[in-house]
């Protein structure tokens, strides 16, 4: 069988497409991966199975959908072939997580920090509804859960970010006003 390269026969419309949401992409990439090379690593496999899969391609939904859904589940694809073959001190990640770079400000290793301390379901909506503006339903289809969960981590990610930035010490304001709807 002839080597092929991916996406040669893609139509130029979906290659454009594709190359104006990539920065996108790679901003997502690198607040789930907290590593350049590895998020670049992560876009290019998402660039290369789109290119591989552009016929599957419904042109009715957005591509940045597409493509955050491709990178996800390339991630997760990642995180397990990894979680197989390395053991990984979790303290001397933390460690090295928080250890600021030069010539970055405090309030941006703080956020750094606490989205590092944030679990990967929590991270993954706080980013995609936040950061990337995709509305529930879309961040759910990204996710592969119901809009309603994606609305519970969302609200649980934005506590544990608050308290996280506050020094640990949780606000009053922060616990949710319990109220009965008639």
Known sequence: MPFRKPGVNAPEPFRQQLLD???RLRRYARSLCF???TADDLVQ??????????HQFDQRRDIRVWLLSIAHNAHLDRLRR?????????DHLAERRETPAP???GLRMDLLAALARLSAAHREVLLLVGV????YAECAEVLGVPAGTVMSRLARARVAMRTALDGGAARPEA??????VV
């Open 21 to 23: 949401t990539l920065p």
């Open 103 to 105: 010539g970055d400000p």
């Open 82 to 90: 990894e979680q197989r073959y390395t053991v990984v001190d979790p």
């Open 45 to 54: 496999t998402t660039a290369e199975r789109a290119l591989a899969h552009w």
């Open 35 to 37: 590593d350049h090379a």
């Open 175 to 180: 616990a949710p006003n319990l109220r009965r």
């Open 132 to 135: 990337e503006q995709l509305s």
